[in-house]
């Protein structure tokens, strides 16, 4: 049972709210550098896996592994540590701070446990200048335009110094231009050897960056493979269009 | 890269400029106070300023919790008046000296912060501010009416010993006092674990994300609270020389609201110059002594309503205005 070779191992795993069954038995892994995408109707149990994966949530049954470590019963903030960083779907940013001051403090948390060397402020200017937030260092986070709300999510989530970074729904609510800048962000995370994790209801903008996509309904996984191979995948067509529409899109 | 330490080099010079500016006022302040007993040597000015000194530290000890951290107190007056008590009727029933006394009230309050702080980290909004006005309420009732052998309830725990006997000395040694721990309080305030205090008042779950370890911070400010609130309760016992049911009464609770409130939560500073102005407001008026709990309430409520960042704010407002001006000035 040797799990080392893997980077992130979800074995089993199920969270329960009352009848519920949000998340049912989800066994999937993810590979170091990977980028995967995560889809599927609302209620699907997307942001529940989230929850679960970095701590926020206690599984009703079944383990995570990551790095070959156990890390099923950790705190969120044992998981940041490790390496693992998320974005919220609903934004919470730190509303009357600056938005350089929102990135500070979770570079001082990288910087405290030796991820950084550097002064966490060039760090944090570094971050923000990365996902093209610098000019707005001053500004209290809570005058943010919505677009770069979700921007300097990303800014803060990265300043953590994660190995892993969960994004959940990052381009909901963006303008189309939003969602083809941000877009941009996100492949240069990926192409700094960062493995993301990806939910999306945006399907352009997850199909294009996705190197596998992974399809959630009812808390299981109905599909598991390229973006193609997903779209082509009879069951996702159904669970996102009703049987009706797979007879139309079957012609 | 470059626009970017340009950015940074303004942000330096600011500073720079802001210094002198930012040490005026204190220095101003403690100039005064150290002249005040030559300049108006009333002993019952003085009297009045002691207990003002005493309750600024009173104030300060509660933002750091409420006001910074975020995690709402309503029964502050715990920590102040079981430091109290402790020093009271140790020294004046087992004989301990002043100073072991002291030590021992203070511990007791950094005790009792650990034993509210523990079942209080799980709990957010108005669960806890219920467990903590509980348990002051349950300090109220045994020093009023079931623990009343000991404390002698309303009339009180008396000849506890002083340091130094006097007016004049005890106001210098609360000026002193009340500095210290004013500036501590306030450079914890302004330091990295400050900035992580309020990530945890703005969202506690983004400052997960971070990953701050909120239990052990939230914890801290507890502790911090709770121990400076008793330090002031200490030096309130051996000063007043008797301790008795008001120092952990629901009034007293709710004045840390009162003076938080006007000078504005969450700046240390703001408190502490509300605890001042309110402290000798009521004294300069002591027909409104009776009326204290109503006039708190009412204060509470049209602060909150008219002026909620308190008297701090105005500053802010009178800064942005000059900045504003001097930016068309300038253009």
Redesign the interface.
Known sequence: MSRSGEFLEVINLSKHFKGLRAVDDVTFSVGNGEFLGIIGPNGAGKTTLFNLI?G?LKPTSGEIHFVGRDITGM???ER??LGI????QVT??????TVM?NV???A???RK?GKIKEDE?NFA?EVL?KVGL?HR??MAAENLPHGEVKKLEIA??L??KPELLLLDEPFSGLTGEEVASLQEVIKSIHEDGITVILIEHVLKACMALSERIIVLNYGKIIADGTPEEVCMDKQVIEAYLGRRGLEFASG | MRGMRQGMGQVGQGMGLMQPKKFAVPLVFVAIATIIPFIAPSVYLLHVLILAHIFVIYAASWDILTGYTGQLNLGHAMFFGLSAYVVAITNTMLKTPLFLSVLMGVASAFILSVAVGLPCLRLRGPYLAITTFSFSWVLFLLASSAMIWLSGGEEGVRGVKTFIVGTIPNYYLSLVLMLISVYILYRIASSETGLILKAIKEDEDAAMACGIDTTRYKLLAFLMSGTFAGIAGAFYAQYMRIVTVDVVTLELSASAIAFSLVGGIGTIIGPAMGAYILTILFEGFAWLADYRVLIYNLIIVSFVLFLPGGLMSLRDLLRRREEEGGGVGGA
Do not use: G, M, N, S
């Open positions: 970095t926020f705190k969120p903030h940041v540590k960083a998320r974005t919220f919470k940013p730190f509303k009357k701070l001051e500070i403090i979770a001082l948390i990288a446990q402020k200017a200048e610098l260092k001053d803060r989530a300043a953590t």
